[in-house]
């Protein structure tokens, strides 16, 4: 996977996420629109058989667009975490049963 930076200001941060498809955009963009600070947060696949989504991502400019996207990431991997874990013990209490 690679991300190359289209456009980058103080609010704004423009990048294509080169090999991700709906599933990780849609995930990142649940993610930011957590965080007031975060006015817009989308993207969009200019042609469906080319894995190169372009996602936007607007903040207040309270917080730096890559910040927001930084914690986005960590609530992103707290959550995987925490499935994790519950997943592991679903298995455990199937297995007892």
Do not use: W
Not at 25 to 47: F, M, R, S
């Amino acid at each position: 996977m690679k991300i190359h930076v289209i456009e980058r200001s103080e609010k704004t941060f423009k990048f294509e996420i080169e090999g991700a498809g709906h599933t990780l955009c849609t995930l990142l963009q649940k993610a930011l629109l957590q965080d007031e600070n975060v006015e817009v947060a989308g993207y969009d696949i200019p042609h469906p058989l080319v894995a190169r989504p372009i996602f936007y991502l607007r903040t207040s400019g309270e917080k730096k667009p890559e910040e927001a996207l930084m914690e986005a990431i960590e609530r992103i991997k707290k959550f995987n975490a925490e499935f994790s874990s519950a997943f592991r013990r679903a298995l455990e209490e199937s297995e007892k049963t």
